[in-house]
């Protein structure tokens, strides 16, 4: 999918790669979206089919744009020094991958890379949500769980590869993390056992036959009061209230902002983390940071890309 249009010189472009799909932006020297670049990942293709897409669509476009930058999100653990992938843990044939200087000649163009939930932060804290605040939490609820921090206009890396990994952070000693009860994958699998138990109930007639993504009936059924689905958006916003807790007590954020796939459950989910989190919270931080949904949605990272390509080193 493609709209917009304009070309020229001065523009920069912003890419995603994600494991279900592929978006290359182009933005001007504020980082403001000129036009919009969608395309679907076929994960079982793999890592060398991704960049077969992008070998068809970067080197026409960069020589229509000419642009001055590259900055590219990654779906996994990215040396953001180097631009070199680490691993994907969800498309297979990226670890070691040289992504910078690879879009680099095809972009004709200096390439910044660096993991996607960093740039989905970065996107957020200049243009979205978090803008104005400082420090910016972002965590992204997808099929994985991703955060990132921004500290006065920047990513905070840590030691390479550099990744805020609220997802890995366990809930208990005998290994249940954030992701394993938050991400969309989780919240479906909880669905599904949940109608399975309660075949008449509001919820399982809101699923009906899906076979996947069932999260994204729980507003459906909420604007319903049903008490199963109510039931098991508490136990998600307690869980991640409780991992965002972590991040409260170590990095203290002006602002959380939820994004992802199941951050579009809505207010319904921001103000469960909201009311749940004073919990997890010592007293002499509460009541925390606030909670904020993502503004960009799904033009976050792209978005965070065309920000990093912009804050490149010059010469």
């Known amino acids: 999918m493609i709209d917009g249009g304009a070309g020229g010189d001065g523009l920069y472009l912003g890419i995603e790669i994600g494991g279900t799909k592929l978006q290359v932006f182009t933005g001007d020297a504020k980082a403001r979206i000129v036009e919009r670049h969608r395309f679907p990942v076929e994960p079982s293709s793999g890592s060398a089919g991704i960049r077969a897409q992008l070998e068809d669509i970067i080197p026409a476009l960069a020589k229509r744009v000419r642009p001055v930058a590259v900055g590219v999100g990654f779906g996994g653990p990215v040396d953001w020094k180097t631009g070199q992938i680490c691993c994907s843990h969800q498309i297979e044939g990226w670890s ?42 972002y965590v992204t609820l997808g099929s994985g769980v991703g955060g990132g921090l921004v500290v006065g206009g920047k990513v905070f890396h840590g030691a390479p590869p550099g990744e805020s990994e609220i997802g890995h952070v366990r809930l208990d000693r005998s290994g249940t993390v954030v992701e394993s009860r938050c991400s969309g994958w989780a919240v479906d699998a909880k669905i599904r056992s949940a109608i399975a138990r309660n075949p008449d109930s509001t ?17 459906e059924a909420l604007s319903q009061k049903d008490p199963l689905a109510a039931a098991i958006l508490e136990e998600t916003a307690e869980d991640l209230a409780f991992g965002l807790s972590h991040v409260v007590h170590l990095f203290h954020p002006a602002i959380i902002v939820l994004g992802g796939g199941l951050a579009l459950v809505g207010e ?44 490149r080193p010059t010469a």
């Open 268 to 311: 319904a989910l921001r103000a469960a983390v909201e009311r749940l989190a004073p919990r997890f919270i010592m007293e002499a931080f509460a009541p925390g940071p606030r909670i904020a949904l993502a503004r960009l949605a799904e033009d976050a990272v792209p978005v965070g890309a065309l920000c990093l390509a912009l804050a």
């Open 203 to 219: 919820l399982a007639r809101c699923v009906g036959k899906a076979d996947a993504h069932e999260a994204k009936f729980l507003n």
């Open 96 to 137: 070691g991958f040289p992504l910078a200087s690879w879009l680099s000649e095809l972009a004709r163009a200096p390439v910044l890379a660096d993991n996607d939930a960093n740039l989905g932060a970065l996107g957020e804290a200049a243009r979205g949500a978090g803008a104005g605040f400082n420090p910016v939490f």
